[in-house]
């Protein structure tokens, strides 16, 4: 089955405490990109990435690190969690970067204490 | 920067009712459109992809309609169930520079329908 998977699903945390928040995807697409979605502000770009070894940033990059060293996975890096990166989180991927349609995983509803 | 609105927010409809969402964005240069439904708790679901060249997409009961220059979309419903209750995003997809294509969303209409 063609699908994006994200691990975990839910997360509490402490401040301060490195975490990193797995998506893989079995299409053979090339973008992936990862958003955050709050109440009142919608879905949020963090990071993308177009290729292997390709990422730059989104609308909201600041406190996540992202990596891209095979296709099929694009993890997400909290290097310092702090509460305000207390969010739903959604991995995505698509083809290309142009005129496809974006799969998007299940999501990981993430909580910094 | 793009911007996406969604109106309205919220809407309930009796079961059976045909409906229609809007979707209006502020930069008409979009590669392409996708509206998407997200249930409670859970991701989103790929509805409908217009490309920027198209006027519109049917499935099923869903069609989706875009106007690019006067950057409008509206997604119509025809004979709404219960199931179909949940949130319905829209979002474009523009040219952001560097050779990406920025998907951009808005806020979504949460969709109610009354049995």
């Known amino acids: 089955e063609a699908q994006v998977t994200q691990n975990p699903r839910y997360l509490i945390t402490v401040t301060g405490k490195k975490l990193t928040v797995t998506c893989s995807q079995n299409m053979n697409h090339e973008y992936m990109s990862w958003y955050r979605q709050d109440p009142g502000l919608g879905l949020r770009q963090i990071y993308y990435s177009m290729n292997v070894e390709v990422t730059d940033k989104g609308d909201v990059p600041e406190g996540y690190k992202v990596s891209r060293k095979e296709k099929r996975n694009f993890p997400l890096i909290l290097e310092s969690p702090s509460p305000n990166q207390t969010s739903l989180y959604f991995c995505?991927?698509?083809?290309?970067?142009?005129?496809?349609?974006?799969?998007f995983g299940p999501g990981t509803r993430l909580t910094v204490l | 920067k793009q911007e996406v609105t969604q109106i309205p927010a919220a809407l309930s409809v009796p079961e059976g009712e045909n409906l229609v969402l809007n979707c209006s964005f502020t930069?008409?240069?979009?590669?392409?459109l996708q509206w998407f439904r997200q249930d409670p708790g859970k991701g989103l679901t790929s509805l409908l992809l217009?490309?920027?060249?198209?006027r519109e997409q049917t499935s099923g009961r869903l069609n989706a309609s875009l106007d690019k220059s006067s950057g409008r979309s509206t997604l119509y419903i025809a004979a709404s169930q219960p199931g179909d209750s949940a949130t319905y995003l829209c979002?474009?997809?523009?040219?952001?520079?560097?050779?990406?294509?920025?998907?951009?969303f808005g806020k979504g209409t949460k969709l109610s329908v009354i049995p």
């Open positions: 995505a991927s698509s083809l290309s970067a142009g005129t496809d349609t974006q799969y």
């Open positions: 979002a474009v997809r523009g040219y952001s520079g560097a050779g990406s294509y920025q998907l951009t």
């Open positions: 930069d008409s240069a979009i590669y392409n």
């Open positions: 217009i490309q920027s060249s198209q």
